[in-house]
Structures are given as structure tokens and as C-alpha cells.
T-cell receptor, first 111, second 113 residues
């Protein structure tokens, strides 16, 4: 059974702080990793993709991948109240198959 | 650029009535297409996915069905809705090759009375 695990939260951080969201996956052959943001009542929106070990930065967002530990994380610097949402981790295990989604972590940024 | 259209945005249906939700994608050819359901406060449940016209894979046995009559059109149907069919239905597409992200439509919020 291919699984993607996330802490459901809520994760509460003060405005301006760094929010750290974590995700682990069960299948060692997983090849590509994605982070989605879902505001309440809206559809998920892709915010980051990462394919190789290390860090990938895009604006205030940094995705980190460690395939040996089967761990992927998302850092949000200078968190804003508008970052309050549920963040979904998704993994492509193999080939042209559907992504496996975690259940998401709810982030609350307190002004 | 690619766009995905999904309609209607909201739908209220009585128990036992039929259902048809439609999704179309523009700006790409031979996409993979997906239907998800999300219950309130819950994760995404993959219902169906398709890698080509007439090719449908069902992930969860239930009273729903899907069809792909054209390359960029995906339809979710039911002959008789149940109360448990209520939820947020999302269509998504991805490029038909490995390791690509999925992109979601705006979703349909379905309430069964």
C-alpha cells in the first residue's frame, strides 16, 4: 500500500515566522514530489515540485527532499495570514500513474 | 496555456436522482484525466482516472461511473444518487507522461437532500 503521511495539524505560527510542513512516504522508488495549497472551499493549487535530493526555492517557499529518509518538507518564510490553508503533499510513485496524496496539514498564520 | 473547466460549481440533488458532471481541458492533447471526491474536512479520494479515450480505471467500487467520450472531456455520472455521494468533486488533468503534477478544476460542491 503506497502511503503519504502528514501531520493533520493545525500548525499555528505567528506572522513573519517560518512555517515548516513535513511529509513522509512509504514507497522507496517514488520519483517526483509536489506540494499543493488548498484554501477552505477551493480546489488544490500546485505551489512546488521537486524531483531530486536537496532544496528548491521559489520566492518564500522552499521544498526539501531527502530520498534516503523518504522525507519531503515545505518551508514558508515570512509567513503571512494569507498563507493560512491546508497544504497537501503528493507523490508520484512510478511512471504514468496517479499521484498519491497525503491528507494535508492545516496551517494557521496568526497576525 | 492549459485550462480546465468544470461545471456546475454547485449542485443540489434529491436522493435517487441521476448525476452528470462534466470536465473539459483546453490547450493540451492526450492528457491524463482524474475525478476526485473530497468529503468535508477530509482528504482527496481518487474515484476514476483515464489515460486515453474510452480507457477508464476505477479506484473505488460505488454507484458512480465515468466516461471519456473525447480526448479532453471527462464525465462523471450516477443513475441514482445516495446521501453518501455528497461532497466536493474535483476534476484534474496531467500531461500523459511520467512524473507530472496534476492540475485541478474549480470543483463542484454536490449536496444530496
Amino acid at each position: 500500500q503506497k502511503e503519504v503521511e502528514q501531520n493533520s495539524g493545525p500548525l499555528s505560527v505567528p506572522e513573519g515566522a517560518i512555517a515548516s510542513l513535513n511529509c513522509t512516504y512509504s514507497d522507496r522508488v517514488s520519483q517526483s514530489f509536489f506540494w499543493y495549497r488548498q484554501y477552505s472551499g477551493k480546489s488544490p493549487e500546485l505551489i512546488m515540485s521537486i524531483y531530486s535530493n536537496g532544496d528548491k526555492e521559489d520566492g518564500r517557499f522552499t521544498a526539501q527532499l531527502n530520498k534516503a529518509s523518504q522525507y519531503v518538507s515545505l518551508l514558508i518564510r515570512d509567513s503571512q495570514p494569507s498563507d493560512s490553508a491546508t497544504y497537501l503533499c503528493a507523490v508520484n510513485v512510478q511512471g504514468n500513474t496517479p499521484l498519491v496524496f497525503g491528507k494535508g496539514t492545516r496551517l494557521s498564520v496568526i497576525a | 496555456s492549459q485550462t480546465i473547466h468544470q461545471w456546475p460549481a454547485t449542485l443540489v440533488q434529491p436522493v435517487g436522482s441521476p448525476l452528470s458532471l462534466e470536465c473539459t481541458v483546453e490547450g493540451t492533447s492526450n492528457p491524463n484525466l482524474y475525478w476526485y471526491r473530497q468529503a468535508a474536512g477530509r482528504g482527496l479520494q481518487l474515484l476514476f482516472y483515464s489515460v486515453g479515450i474510452g480507457q477508464i480505471s476505477s479506484e473505488v467500487p460505488q454507484n458512480l461511473s465515468a466516461s471519456r467520450p473525447q480526448d479532453r472531456q471527462f464525465i462523471l455520472s450516477s443513475k441514482k444518487l445516495l446521501l453518501s455521494d455528497s461532497g466536493f468533486y474535483l476534476c484534474a488533468w496531467s500531461a500523459g507522461v511520467s512524473n507530472q503534477p496534476q492540475h485541478f478544476g474549480d470543483g463542484t460542491r454536490l449536496s444530496i437532500l
